[in-house]
Structure formats: C-alpha cells, structure tokens
T-cell receptor
C-alpha cells in the first residue's frame, strides 16, 4: 500500500521569504500523481499544485513550485515570496494511476501547519 | 451549484444517536468521494461513487457507516449508533470524470458527546 509522510508538523516563515515543506512517499508503482493541497480554517481543501510522475520537469504555479525527486520518492513544496494568506495546513497527497475500484482516490499525509509572520 | 456543498456545517450529537451528512456535488460531476479527517490528521478515504453505485467502500470503518447516492448526484453519509471516536470532519469531493481535479466541500464537523 502507498503511504505519504510529512515530517514537519509545523513550519514558520517570515512574510516575503521562502519556505520549503517536505513530503516523502512510498510506492511500488512507476506511474502516479502527486499533489499539494492547502486547507485554510474554512476546511476546504484547495489544490495548490500537481505533478505527474512521468514528467521530469518540476511543476510550477506562480509562487509555488515543487522539487520532485522520483528515485528518492521525495516531493517538496517551495513557496516563494510568502504572503499572510499562505498561512494554512498543507497536505501532500498521492494518487495511483491504477483505475480500479478506487479510481482517483487520494492518499494524504498528516499535514504541515504553516504560519506566516508579518 | 458553483461548488461542492455540504450540510450541516457542524453537527453535535449524543453517543448512540443516528446522523446523516449531506453532500451536493458540482453539477455534472459523476465521481464523488467521502473522506474523514480526524483532529491532527490528513483526510482518510471512506467511499467512492461513480454515478449511483458505490465503486469502492473499502474505507468505511465498520457497518455503522453507510452512504447512498440514489440519483447519481446528492450523496448522504449515514452513521448509526454514533460513538465518540466518530468525531471528525467529514469531507466530500467530486470530479467530472476519471481524471482531472478533485473539488472539495468545506466539510461537516461532527462532534459526538
């Protein structure tokens, strides 16, 4: 079974600075999808960025980018120019491409709480 | 609707009571998922619907939990004989088809006293 591990329960960053959130995963599959989700106090999970395992190029979405190391099974999220609105819980998630009964099901890590200091 | 809607937003009940949580997915989304998020944890898969049928209910913790989606749109998660350990946020998500982004609702926070 696949597992996702986030080893940083909490992180803090100064406004306008850069922070990196760590995520590792375990799988025997060669093709899969990885995601970072943001969960503010409203509880709604919001997709930040996604990465297809078959793509070597790291995904980027504005101030958010990932460092995807397939051999190391590592998928970190870098937030540049941090803003107060970035403060939230961040979850790393894995999705298998095996479209069986659990088609598209996400496996989440325990999350990292990010605080942004003004 | 514009997004995934979940009701109630918060539910407080007593141990042993029956609870229903409702999810109204985005119009046209055929895939629907229920997740449970306990305090300090990431969401955990409960059940997945493709249309009206439960394609995978392997995440339901026991037979006190049941979910339906009779017309392939709105889904109801039903919990019988609630226990204090059932206290959590129950998240619903939907997707148009087999691929693409999963859209989440704001969840229903269940507290069992």
């Amino acid at each position: 079974a696949q597992t996702v591990t986030q080893s940083q329960p909490e992180m803090s960053v100064q406004e306008a600075e850069t922070v990196t959130l760590s995520c590792t995963y375990d799988t025997s599959e060669s093709d899969y999808y990885l995601f970072w989700y943001k969960q503010p106090p409203s509880r709604q999970m919001i997709l930040v960025i996604r990465q297809e395992a078959y793509k070597q190029q790291n995904a980027t979405e504005n101030r958010f980018s990932v460092n995807f190391q397939k051999a190391a099974k590592s998928f970190s999220l870098k937030i540049s120019d941090s803003q107060l609105g970035d403060a939230a819980m961040y979850f790393c998630a894995y999705r298998s491409p095996n479209y069986g009964g659990s088609q598209g099901n996400l496996i989440f890590g325990k999350g990292t709480k990010l605080s942004v200091k003004p | 609707g514009a997004g995934v809607s979940q009701t109630p937003s918060n539910k407080v009940t007593e141990k042993g009571k029956y609870v229903e949580l409702r999810c109204d997915p985005i119009s046209g989304h055929t895939a629907l998922y229920w997740y449970r998020q306990s305090l300090g944890q990431g969401p955990e898969f409960l059940i997945y619907f493709q249309g009206t049928g439960a394609a995978d209910d392997s995440g339901l913790p026991n037979d006190r939990f049941f979910a339906v989606r009779p017309e392939g749109s709105v889904s109801t998660l039903k919990i019988q004989r609630t226990e204090r350990g059932d206290s959590a946020v129950y998240l619903c998500a939907s997707r148009r088809g087999g691929t693409g982004e999963l859209f989440f609702g704001e969840g229903s926070r269940l507290t069992v006293l």
